[in-house]
């Protein structure tokens, strides 16, 4: 014999063992899936500059830090790995993902905004993604439990 939604005690297991999530969960989550986002967008920016340094055309005298395209790269490559890997942790209410996420966020910003002059657009959209989640993260961030 199955049990309905009408039977009191299905929801009063619900209740007691499940309590209700807040709903600033859902910045959490959003922070969560922006975290794995920026880190594969990182990835996948950094594959492109160790694969075809000519993608990725500048004026040397343009850019405020000064670095090979292939340092950029790799320093993409590993700060993308380490957002995927808090993104996915941030979902476990786990406390080093959200400090993390909120540093490597913060440094995500002050990189694109030294390419600047390479990539404009798409630097001004991850430093906007980049400030969204560090909100998240910070304001809401103890609402998700592990």
């Not at 299905?10 to 969960?25: D, G, I, L, Q, T």
């Not at 001004?124 to 809401?140: G, R």
């Amino acid at each position: 014999m199955s049990r309905s939604a009408e039977d009191p005690t299905v929801s009063n297991y619900a209740a007691e063992h499940f309590p209700k999530a807040s709903p600033w969960v859902g910045w959490i989550g959003f922070a969560g899936v922006m975290l794995a986002l920026l880190g594969a967008l990182r990835l996948f920016q950094g594959i492109v500059a160790l694969v075809n340094e000519d993608y990725f055309e500048s004026r040397s005298s343009g850019l405020v830090l000064a670095a090979s395209h292939t340092t950029w790269g790799w320093v993409q490559i590993i700060g993308g790995v380490i957002l995927v890997v808090a993104g996915l942790c941030v979902f476990g209410g786990q406390v080093w993902a959200r400090a993390v996420g909120v540093l490597v966020a913060f440094a995500s910003a002050v990189a694109h905004l030294a390419f600047m002059a390479e990539h404009p657009l798409f630097s001004a959209i991850m430093i906007a993604v980049d400030i969204v989640v560090i909100f998240a993260l910070t304001v809401h961030g103890s609402e998700i439990r592990p």
